[in-house]
């Protein structure tokens, strides 16, 4: 989100929305007006018709309406609110253990009240225990809703009813202002009319609408959104395509002693799976056309290895090479690895991160523009307007997922020459389902190491209640006793660096106490860069046993001494970012890695799945298409989490059947309406940028 979309029709030019509601409103992925209008039900309810109590069942929900015969307050273990309520049919009561004086009075003798919810057997026939309610007079008549009542996800702070009132309000605010109305000029869109009045349709569809349907993403006017938003993905990544075919990549057809120098210097050998990427790789390069590969492989596969082995062959052919990393601990391992592997090659590596000194930097811009630095490896400071290379030839992208599409975009403009594209490799531990990379990617070539190195022996993953705690830090002293290493990793639902910190430093404290005999050691995104490296240092060559951090250490840190991993509260993260933590363990040949989930009760059944499958695969592969799957209603937070894409309504694995109409769709938009393209790109993508961490 940037600031100027930040800004224009900013939610808080709604009535009733201050900067407590935005908190909670950004926290459900609402930034402006148009969000909100974007954000949907997960389920409806009917409440169109009121049921006369006697024919009312207990299978589904039902609206009733009677008159209140009585209502008393008793004690039974606890206090209880009890109302009877006879429409003529028959007799319900209405039980509340949490209620307010002030409600016991409004539920008067003689007054009417209308209440929806499940009924259930109890002591004095059918029941009804905490429904919504609503007391009018006899002499009232309101009305039964018309149309099916929407429930959105939402989020602690913002209420039900609140964020309905917000979402009319935007959908509202979207007519006035003449949002999401651009339509296309062939598309007979005329069912639902255009964006906006499908989204309209689908915050408040008429009673006669087949709910089943909705339930299960199938209705029509959703099924015209999924495409569309998949539509707009495509295009976006088509518009990278086609920027890219203009252009001639940087033919790298030399060979030098590098290669050879470099594998001889190796401890290991490639594994074939390396090889063969390595191989698909080197061909692109050899080509006269940009090369757009993605390298995917598992956690611990080695990707790393085939990086450098693609930045050698441009030194080769004297061409630079730029590796982007998401965070700040990534780059610096990659500078360590790098620089270990090609100091004595000759090879001139640099490092730029957020934290690089201002005179440092001015040199490094120097040396990097006269050709003097060969590869130089950083994060988003990369992106920064003064840093340009002489003759870029490669990028290498390190865990794409977090990183845009418009900032791959802006590292073809730092070749040098305009005509001409460096090559890009693109490397990611989560797999992403085929289906998905055509989303995403379009026609990008794909690559896959389905090895690890040999001797790897997979982390063994088991979960344990909180209550076990004890237990679990007592594994924690036995393992660091023999000289081994080991996370602790603190998870927090919020996305502040500060409260983790906090909660980081608190954990911290709490272990530090009951193990007064390991050494351990705190790691946060609040730390000063210096102190990061020298904690991470010390836990690498074992002046630290055991390392409280939050979640920085997610990607990039390698201590293969570390066999034991525990995750607190894991329920809060999602799968892959699970995958991704526990594969800081297990990267040592011939011994066993485990890893705990420490996990407070009770859980949702999603959480529960979620850690069942934790438990039971390794595969990447298997646990991204799970993650897709489970994201499922109301589960915000899961989506954001899961960092593959930001998608609003589309799921790329139950909306597979729309890929291929979305995809020619997508070709024809972007041969003959471009105009349309643009703004369904804007629409659905607009200045989006997935991650930053500078
Ligand atoms: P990832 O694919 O997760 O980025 P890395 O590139 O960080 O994995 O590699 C993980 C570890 O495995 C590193 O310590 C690396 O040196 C080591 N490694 C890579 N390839 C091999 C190999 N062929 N044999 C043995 N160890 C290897
Ligand atoms: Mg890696």
Redesign the pocket.
């Given at each position: 989100m940037t600031e100027e979309s930040k800004d224009l029709h900013s939610i808080q030019e709604l009535k009733g929305v201050g900067p407590k509601s935005t908190t909670s409103l950004n926290n459900l992925g609402i930034f402006n007006i148009p969000d909100a209008a974007f954000h949907l039900p997960f389920r409806y309810e009917d409440r169109s018709f009121i049921t006369p109590i006697s024919s009312a069942n207990y299978q589904t929900p039902v609206l009733i309406e009677g008159e209140i015969m009585k209502s008393t307050v008793v004690f039974r273990g606890r206090r209880m609110l009890f109302s009877e309520i006879y429409d003529g049919t028959g007799k319900l009561t209405m039980r509340m253990f949490n209620f307010a004086m002030a409600q016991h009075k409004a539920l008067e003798k003689g007054k009417m009240i209308r209440c929806y919810g499940n009924i259930t057997p109890g002591p004095n026939g059918k029941q009804m225990i905490h429904p919504q309610y609503q007391v009018f007079g006899k002499e009232d008549s309101i009305e039964v809703e018309k149309n099916l009542t929407p429930i959105y996800p939402t989020t602690s702070g913002m209420q039900q009813n609140k964020l309905k009132k917000i979402i009319e309000d935007a959908l509202i605010y979207c007519d006035e202002n003449n949002l999401l109305k651009e339509e296309s000029e062939n598309k007979d869109y005329s069912e639902f009319g255009n964006l906006l009045e499908t989204l309209k349709f689908l915050h408040k569809p008429p009673v006669e609408t087949n709910l089943y349907e909705l339930i299960e993403g199938k209705h029509p006017a959703q099924q015209k959104l999924i495409k569309e938003e998949l539509v707009a993905h495509m295009l976006c990544a088509g518009i990278l395509k086609n920027e890219l075919e203009g252009r001639k990549g940087p033919s790298m057809v030399k060979n030098s002693s590098y290669e050879k120098d470099f594998f001889d210097s190796l401890p290991?050998?490639?594994?074939n799976s390396?090889r063969k990427v390595w191989d698909e790789i080197r061909d692109d390069m050899l080509a006269m056309v940009p090369m757009r590969r993605l390298l995917q492989?598992d956690?611990?596969?080695?990707?790393?290895?085939v990086g450098a082995l693609a930045s050698l062959h441009a030194k080769s052919n004297d061409w630079q090479t730029a590796m982007l990393c998401p965070t700040e601990i990534l780059a610096e391992q990659h500078f360590t690895s790098f620089s270990d592997w090609f100091e004595s090659l000759g090879i001139k590596v640099s490092l730029l991160t957020g934290s690089t000194k201002a005179k440092d930097k001015a040199l490094l811009i120097r040396e990097l523009a006269e050709g003097n630095i060969d590869i130089l490896i950083g994060t988003h400071a990369i992106f920064q307007q003064g840093i340009k290379f002489k003759n870029l030839g490669l990028t290498i992208i390190d865990e794409q997922h977090r990183f845009g599409v418009h900032q791959r975009f802006s590292m073809l403009e730092k070749g040098g020459e305009t005509n001409q594209s460096p090559h890009q490799l693109i490397m990611t531990?989560t797999p992403i389902p085929r289906t998905l990379a055509m989303t995403v990617y379009g026609s990008l070539e794909t690559s896959i190491i389905d090895e690890l190195?040999?001797g790897r022996n997979p982390v063994q993953t088991s979960s344990r209640p909180d209550k076990l705690r004890e237990k679990v830090i007592k594994r924690v002293e036995e393992v660091c006793s023999t000289g081994k290493r080991a996370y602790w990793v603190c998870t927090l639902i919020e996305d502040s660096d500060e409260l983790e910190a906090q909660s980081a430093e608190e954990l911290y404290k709490e272990i530090s106490n009951s193990l007064p005999k390991v050494k351990v050691g705190l790691v946060h995104g609040r730390l000063k860069k210096d102190q990061k490296d020298s904690v991470i240092e010390n836990f690498r060559n074992g002046d630290i046993q055991l390392l409280v951090c939050t979640t920085v250490i997610e990607v990039g840190v390698?201590v293969?001494e570390a066999t034991l991993m525990i995750i607190e509260n894991p329920e809060r993260l999602g799968l892959s970012q699970l995958h991704q933590l526990r594969?800081r363990v297990g990267?040592k040949a011939n011994t066993d890695s485990h890893c705990l989930l420490l996990y407070k009760e009770p859980l949702s059944g999603l959480a529960e799945e979620r850690i069942k499958t934790m438990e039971e695969t390794n595969d990447g592969f298997k646990i991204a298409e799970k993650d897709l799957e489970l994201r499922g209603a109301g589960d915000i937070y899961g989506i954001r989490q899961s960092g593959l894409m930001d998608l609003k309504i589309a799921n790329p694995i139950r909306d597979s059947n729309l890929l291929l109409v979305a995809q020619e769709e997508a070709i024809e938009l972007s041969r003959n309406e471009q105009g349309f393209a643009k703004t369904l790109v804007d629409r659905w993508i607009g200045n989006r940028v997935d991650y930053s961490d500078s």
């Open positions: 290991f050998n490639l594994t390396q492989g956690v611990g596969s080695g990707k790393t290895i531990a190195p040999p390698d293969p594969g990267r």
